[in-house]
């Protein structure tokens, strides 16, 4: 998950990262996730050959600051759920028939 460029990918959603969420743990990976981009829980470095020796100190204080954190599930579920994904998508829908999207 922090090479992701060798494969000239930015962007992935595995199933890895959903099973670590669903056990609290907190995701250090090196591409943007459509769904945990942004989460407090989801460290996102370059997407380049050097993203871990560029940002070890950003590695360091997240391991630091997630080891005595407890983890939000609340987050996790509101943007992994299936549920909660399928009333976005419906909700977008609505906009688009409304005209507003």
């Known amino acids: ?7 000239g990918m930015g962007e992935a959603c595995p199933l890895k990262c959903r099973e670590y969420a669903a056990n609290g743990l907190p995701m250090i990976a090196g591409y943007k996730d459509s769904d945990l ?5 989801y460290l996102e ?6 993203n871990v020796e560029n940002a070890i100190h950003r590695i360091r204080e997240f391991v630091i600051k997630w080891r005595d954190t407890p983890f939000p599930y609340y987050d996790a579920v ?3 759920d299936a549920v ?15 005209g507003d999207a």
């Open 1 to 7: 998950s922090l090479a992701l460029h060798r494969k």
């Open 45 to 50: 470095l370059e997407n380049t050959e050097s």
């Open 37 to 41: 981009s942004g989460a407090s829980y």
């Open 78 to 80: 509101n943007r992994l």
């Open 84 to 98: 909660e994904k399928e009333k976005a998508r419906l909700a977008f829908f609505e906009e688009v028939v409304r």
